[in-house]
T-cell receptor
Framework: QQQVKQSPQSLIVQKGGISIINCAYENTAFDYFPWYQQFPGKGPALLIA?????SEKKEGRFTISFNKSAKQFSLHIMDSQPGDSATYFC??????????FGKGNQVVVIP | GAVVSQHPSWVICKSGTSVKIECRSL??????MFWYRQFPKQSLMLMATSNEGSKATYEQGVEKDKFLINHASLTLSTLTVTSAHPEDSSFYIC????????????FGPGTRLTVL
C-alpha cells in the first residue's frame, strides 16, 4: 500500500520556470514531511522539510506548501535551473519512525 | 554537518561470495541507521532499521540471514550480503538519524553492488 503518492511522474520545465511536484498522504499521524533530491548514482539529499504546524516553508528557491485538511504537500522550485534536473522524492514519517517514500518524480529543466 | 559516508562506493563480486558495506556518520552520533535498496528508476525500499547495540528490525520479505546488519557503535553500521546472487545486484543506501534531532535522516552516497 502506497502511503505517499507523488504526481506527476515526470516533469519538463523551461529554465527559469517553476517546477511543482505534489504529494498526497493517507496517515493523519504523519508529522514530518521531507523532500529529497537525488542525482543519478548518488544517495538522496535532504532538500527541505516541513512539520504540520506550518503551512509553508521557504529555503532559497525551494518552497514547501502544506495543506493539512487535504492531506497534501507540494514542492515548488522557483527559477528552475538545469542543475535542478534530478529525481525528487517526497516522504513522510510519524514520531521518528521510518520514512514512507513516494515513487519519485523526475524533473528535467531544459535550457 | 550531517555527513554520512559509505564504503565501498561500488563493488563487483562473484556469485556465492559475501560482501560487506560500511555506513558511517562522520560528524554526528546516530542511534538509528537505516538500510535501503533501490532498483533503477524506482523509489527507495527500506530493508531494515538498526539501533546501536541491538538487533536490527527487518522489513517484511527481507531475509535477515542473507542481509546481516551490525550496528556496533553510534557512528558505524555494516550490511553484509551473504552468498550474493545476481538478483542481489542493486544500489544499497544507508541513512542515519542524529540521536538528538527528530525526524531528519541523512543519506549516504550509496553502494552499487554487481554480482556476476
Amino acid at each position: 500500500q502506497q502511503q505517499v503518492k507523488q504526481s506527476p511522474q515526470s516533469l519538463i520545465v523551461q529554465k527559469g520556470g517553476i517546477s511543482i511536484i505534489n504529494c498526497a498522504y493517507e496517515n493523519t499521524a504523519f508529522d514530518y514531511f521531507p523532500w529529497y533530491q537525488q542525482f543519478p548514482g548518488k544517495g538522496p539529499a535532504l532538500l527541505i522539510a516541513i512539520r504540520p504546524d506550518v503551512s509553508e516553508k521557504k529555503e532559497g528557491r525551494f518552497t514547501i506548501s502544506f495543506n493539512k485538511s487535504a492531506k497534501q504537500f507540494s514542492l515548488h522550485i522557483m527559477d528552475s535551473q538545469p542543475g535542478d534536473s534530478a529525481t525528487y522524492f517526497c516522504a513522510a514519517s510519524r514520531r521518528n519512525n521510518r520514512l514512507a517514500f513516494g515513487k519519485g518524480n523526475q524533473v528535467v529543466v531544459i535550457p | 554537518g550531517a555527513v554520512v559516508s559509505q564504503h565501498p562506493s561500488w563493488v563487483i563480486c562473484k556469485s556465492g561470495t559475501s560482501v560487506k558495506i560500511e555506513c558511517r556518520s562522520l560528524d554526528f552520533q546516530a542511534t538509528t541507521m537505516f538500510w535501503y535498496r533501490q532498483f533503477p528508476k524506482q523509489s527507495l525500499m527500506l530493508m531494515a532499521t538498526s539501533n546501536e547495540g541491538s538487533k536490527a528490525t527487518y522489513e517484511q520479505g527481507v531475509e535477515k540471514d542473507k542481509f546481516l546488519i551490525n550496528h556496533a557503535s553510534l557512528t558505524l553500521s555494516t550490511l553484509t550480503v551473504t552468498s550474493a546472487h545476481p538478483e542481489d545486484s542493486s544500489f544499497y543506501i544507508c541513512s542515519a538519524r542524529p540521536s538528538l534531532v527528530g525526524g531528519e535522516q541523512f543519506f549516504g552516497p550509496g553502494t552499487r553492488l554487481t554480482v556476476l
